[in-house]
């Protein structure tokens, strides 16, 4: 790593950058906000995280023979997005796979949102290779590539479903320093006392509301 400090990406700026592009790998600096959105229609060309997916992959294996996280990450767009049976059958032809089950699930890097989660399918096979990044962020051993969707608990339908390469490998990194498993059920907790009215407690006041499937894919406990 350079030891100096970046210099604002705005052509006509010298400025210490202070802020980056959220969508860029690596991300691309500025001095200020006023300097990123003055460059954005220069920049957006060469930006190559903007471009947004319903869906994303991320290879057990770089088909560039890479190592980063961003050489394990392909887009990926599913025609038949929103009906986890049509995904599973799409993954399953499209990819190959004998079967497609639920790999797992994250949320995202950003705190605040408690309301939907990154979901992952699979192909579970032992015979294959363990994709690191996937059981980095889920806190579980997962083998083979998987499949990347936003998703979210029944009765939550109000999130973006198409998200960048680079707001993706934002969470993928915030995963090498946070742990998966207490992440997850701090933002559960979060959802559970804000947004049904739980009691401090966690404990349910009304009736089965919060069941086990989501309105879109399968929402098994983590
Ligand atoms: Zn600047
Ligand atoms: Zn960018």
């Not at 202070?18 to 200020?32: A, F, L, N, V, W």
């Not at 990819?95 to 890097?109: D, I, P, Q, R, V």
């Not at 992952?120 to 290779?129: E, G, P, Q, V």
């Amino acid at each position: 790593m350079s030891t100096e400090a970046p210099i604002c990406a705005e052509p006509s700026c010298k400025k210490a950058a202070t802020t980056s592009c959220d969508y860029c790998e690596p991300p691309t600096q500025y001095c200020s906000d006023l300097c990123l959105k003055a460059d954005y229609k220069r920049h957006k060309k060469g930006c190559n995280g903007a471009e947004k997916s319903n869906c994303f992959l991320i290879r057990a294996k770089a088909s560039n023979g890479g190592t980063s996280d961003t050489d394990h990450i392909e887009r990926f767009s599913l025609e038949s997005y929103g009906e986890w049976k049509a995904e599973m059958k799409e993954l399953k032809e499209r990819l190959s796979w004998a079967e497609a089950n639920e790999g797992g699930k994250f949320y995202s890097h950003d705190k605040s949102v408690h309301r939907w989660y990154y979901y992952l399918y699979n192909f579970a096979d032992k015979n294959k290779t363990q994709n690191e990044i996937a059981s980095r962020c889920t806190g579980r051993t997962i083998y083979g590539d998987v499949a990347v969707v936003r998703s979210s608990p029944v009765g939550f339908n109000d999130y973006a479903k198409r998200f960048s390469r680079g707001e993706l490998l934002r969470t993928l990194d915030f995963y090498r320093h946070n742990n998966p498993c207490s992440e997850f059920a701090e933002r559960e907790r979060t959802r559970c006392s804000i947004d049904i009215g739980l009691g401090p407690d966690g404990l349910r006041l009304s009736g089965a509301t919060h069941i086990s499937m989501s309105a879109t894919h399968f929402s098994m406990s983590h």
